[in-house]
């Protein structure tokens, strides 16, 4: 008859289990795989920094676009989650305080907050897969597999540097009168990491100086859109609008060329192509915009504007057209890379409810108000020439 032993088993033997650290672990091997992955786009990425700096460049022509660059790098990723967050919000289920947020919402963030403030683990492992989810954001943007239309963070791609104006101005532009061009114009289709897919009801309003030397664009949108946010759009801080300004500087040489101020940087806008009305009025028009340095091209945006809110699919194709003939297809008016702009219609009444209440009642549409204003003030009076 054998008789069986058993061998006593350690307690830490007997204990073992996932480590404490786990978490932290899970969430640096992800960032790791992140960075493995996109490390050719972002070693690529600082050579080209390097080939700008070895041309010459420096100081401030060097340091405003690489800031440039790295905002709008920064924004999207930002922004994305921020509509999702909104999405969920307004998603909750359950009773709703105030008509503002929903109750289980809010204890959803009581339950998500105190568990991260507990747990050193927890808080270390979301600040390490939020470092490895926005070097994934970025790095698809700088290899061209997010979205070419508003995330296209590659410099040079396809094409090195900018062209010049003569090599895209097409021949409608034999003629141009910048005087023509103040108004509105209505953004249908855009090639610009400057600007977001999740917006709508995109507008370009021009104004002249009296001398006609210098403009003010003041880009109004809506956001985010019925389509990218639908359960929170219209709750939105800017669902009824909001504006930005770019300043340019008009020579009288080569009209359709302005050199173009904004977030720190000066670059051409190129006014390539213009459509006639019967009056010979201006109805369509594409403009490009290019920034480089050292003969590398770090942004490029290309916009398809019109009179009017609406465009047919046949004035959209022949716009596309029109680019092509321009050879801008390599710098992004192919149909893949633009986004399409969706407007609402005309006379739509502005959003009111709860919510654009509580803006009101901070004061926020005020706010925004007053940076329109002291924009304008700060432009002389142009009635002389847009009325």
């Known amino acids: 008859m054998l008789l069986s032993v058993e061998t006593p088993i350690p307690d830490e033997v007997e204990a073992q289990g996932p480590p404490d650290n786990w978490p932290v672990l899970a969430a640096t091997a992800l960032t790791a795989l992140a960075t493995a992955v996109h490390a050719p786009a972002f070693a690529n990425f600082a050579s080209q920094w390097q080939a700008i700096a070895a041309a010459g460049v420096s100081g401030d022509d060097l340091t405003a676009p690489f800031s440039f660059w790295t905002f709008f790098a920064f924004m999207h ?24 947020v929903p109750a289980s919402f809010v204890l959803l963030n009581v339950v998500v907050i105190g568990a991260i403030s507990a747990s050193g683990q927890l808080r270390a492992a979301l600040a390490v897969a939020t470092l490895g989810l ?34 895209v101005r097409q021949p409608s532009m034999d003629g141009f009168d910048v005087t023509k061009y103040v108004g509105r114009w209505y953004e249908h289709a855009f090639h610009d990491y400057t600007q977001f897919a999740d917006v709508y009801d995109t507008t370009l309003d021009i104004e002249l100086s009296a001398d006609g030397k210098r403009w003010l664009d003041d880009f109004a949108l809506k956001g985010p859109s019925p389509v990218a946010a639908p359960r929170s759009w219209d709750k939105s801080p800017v669902a ?10 008009i020579d009288g040489s080569t009209p359709g060329v302005l050199q173009e101020s904004g977030f720190g940087v000066t670059f051409p806008n190129f006014i390539v192509d213009v459509q006639r009305g019967p009056s010979g009025e ?4 594409i403009q490009f915009q290019c920034l480089e340095r050292g003969g590398v091209r770090i942004f490029e945006g290309i916009n398809f504007l019109s009179r009017a809110p609406t465009m ?13 003939a321009a050879g801008m297809d390599p710098y992004g008016s192919t149909p893949n890379q633009m986004h399409v702009v969706p407007h609402t219609a005309a006379g739509t009444p502005p959003i009111d409810n709860s919510w654009q209440q509580l803006w009101r009642g901070i004061r926020f549409p005020e706010l925004l108000a007053l940076i329109e204003t002291s924009t304008h003030s700060a ?9």
């Open 282 to 285: 201006y109805t369509e028009a």
């Open 240 to 249: 009824n609008g909001a504006h930005y300004f770019l300043y340019g500087k």
């Open 312 to 324: 047919s699919d046949a004035q959209m194709a022949a716009m596309h057209s029109r680019a092509t």
């Open 134 to 167: 926005l070097i994934n954001f970025i790095g698809c943007g700088l290899e061209g597999r997010y979205d070419l239309a508003e995330f296209n963070m590659a410099m040079d791609d396809g094409v090195r540097g900018c062209p010049t104006y003569e090599q």
């Open 379 to 387: 432009f002389e009076d142009t009635s002389a020439i847009t009325k």
């Open 77 to 100: 990723p930002l922004l994305k989650p921020a509509i999702a967050i909104g999405e969920v919000l307004h998603g909750s289920p359950g009773p709703v305080l105030a008509d503002i």
